[in-house]
Structure formats: structure tokens, C-alpha cells
T-cell receptor
Framework: KQEVTQIPAALSVPEGENLVLNCSFTDSAIYNLQWFRQDPGKGLTSLLLIQSSQREQTSGRLNASLDKSSGRSTLYIAASQPGDSATYLCAVTGTASKLTFGTGTRLQVTL | DVKVTQSSRYLVKRTGEKVFLECVQDMDHENMFWYRQDPGLGLRLIYFSYDVKMKEKGDIPEGYSVSREKKERFSLILESASTNQTSMYLC?????????????FGQGTRLTVV
């Protein structure tokens, strides 16, 4: 059974800092990995999707990498802003078609 | 602009009631999912559907059923609501497995069973 782990569970950084969020998964037979953002009490917003054949994807200040063989992904956020404060979730899609989620990293960017 | 819409943001129901949560997507997606989200437990899959009238149990299907009569609509049914089903419920949809396709989520339904 696929298990997804996110470290750290919570992170607080001052505005302007670059930061890295980590995601690891136990079964490397995945189709893709997706990073989401969730604001309190809201649904999930898709940030980046990486196909299993890709090494990384970029969108603005966000860069996600994937090392499928080692079961790891990172989300890099450059020049963090208070508006980046949210919970960040990664999810993998395996052969059974369903998404399996990590428990998330709660990020707070302080002024 | 792609959309997954859940019928309610907040619901309060009594123990023993039959509860329907509705989800509609406008992207012609094959796959649809229902998750519940609880503090410390993350998102757990209840049921998913890969086609009309097709369904698969997720990790925690007990106490729930689903219906998918039309491609765009996926309903979650709590047959007899209990207090331990108080949770945030999230619906998602996605195109065919294996294709380059993101999953999109609705805004969530906060269900309280009293």
C-alpha cells in the first residue's frame, strides 16, 4: 500500500526566505505527483503536476522536482511572501488511478 | 476556467439522517473522487468512480455509498449519519489515468452531525 510522508509537518520562515518542502513515497510505480495548496477551511488548489517521466516542473516562484527511483519530491518556493502561508500537500497517482496524499506541511511566512 | 462544485459549504445534520453530498464537474472528466479530511489524519479516500455507474471502494468506505448516474455528477451518501462522520468532505475530478491530467478539487463541505 502506497504511503506518502511530508516533512516537516510545520514550518515558519521570515518573508523573503527561500524554502524547501519534502515529500516521500514508498511505491515508485506512480503515474505522476501533484503538489497542492490548501488555505484554512477551503478546498485544494493545484500548484504543479509532474509526470513520472519528468524531473521537474516550474511555475513562477515554485519549482517541484521528482526522483521517482528514490521515492522523493521537493517543492522549492523562492522569495517567500506572507501570501504563501498555507498548508502544502503532495499526492501521488499510482496504477489504481487514485491519489494518495501526504498529511501536509503547514507553512507560515512572517513579516 | 475549470470547475468542481460541491452543493454545500456547510451542513448540519442529525444522527440517523440520510445525507446526500453532491459534486458536479464541468471538465468531462472520467475519474471522480470523494475524500474526507480530518486533523492529524490527512485526506482519506472514501470512494472513487472511473466511469458512469462504475465505482471502487477507497480506504474508508464503511458507512458511505456513492452514485454516479451521469458523467458530470458524483454523489456521496451517508446512509445513517453518525457523529464520527463529522468532517470536511472534498470532491475531486481528473481525466483518464495515464494521461497528462491534473486533479481538481471542489471547495469542500464541512459536515457536522449532532
Amino acid at each position: 500500500k502506497q504511503e506518502v510522508t511530508q516533512i516537516p509537518a510545520a514550518l515558519s520562515v521570515p518573508e523573503g526566505e527561500n524554502l524547501v518542502l519534502n515529500c516521500s513515497f514508498t511505491d515508485s510505480a506512480i503515474y505522476n505527483l501533484q503538489w497542492f495548496r490548501q488555505d484554512p477551511g477551503k478546498g485544494l488548489t493545484s500548484l504543479l503536476l509532474i509526470q513520472s517521466s519528468q524531473r521537474e516542473q516550474t511555475s513562477g516562484r515554485l519549482n517541484a522536482s521528482l526522483d521517482k527511483s528514490s521515492g522523493r519530491s521537493t517543492l522549492y518556493i523562492a522569495a517567500s511572501q506572507p501570501g504563501d502561508s498555507a498548508t502544502y500537500l503532495c499526492a501521488v497517482t499510482g496504477t489504481a488511478s487514485k491519489l494518495t496524499f501526504g498529511t501536509g506541511t503547514r507553512l507560515q511566512v512572517t513579516l | 476556467d475549470v470547475k468542481v462544485t460541491q452543493s454545500s459549504r456547510y451542513l448540519v445534520k442529525r444522527t440517523g439522517e440520510k445525507v446526500f453530498l453532491e459534486c458536479v464537474q464541468d471538465m468531462d472528466h472520467e475519474n471522480m473522487f470523494w475524500y474526507r479530511q480530518d486533523p492529524g489524519l490527512g485526506l482519506r479516500l472514501i470512494y472513487f468512480s472511473y466511469d458512469v455507474k462504475m465505482k471502487e471502494k477507497g480506504d474508508i468506505p464503511e458507512g458511505y455509498s456513492v452514485s454516479r448516474e451521469k458523467k458530470e455528477r458524483f454523489s456521496l451518501i451517508l446512509e445513517s449519519a453518525s457523529t464520527n462522520q463529522t468532517s470536511m468532505y472534498l470532491c475531486a475530478s481528473r481525466g483518464p489515468t495515464g494521461a497528462v491530467t491534473e486533479a481538481f478539487f471542489g471547495q469542500g463541505t464541512r459536515l457536522t452531525v449532532v
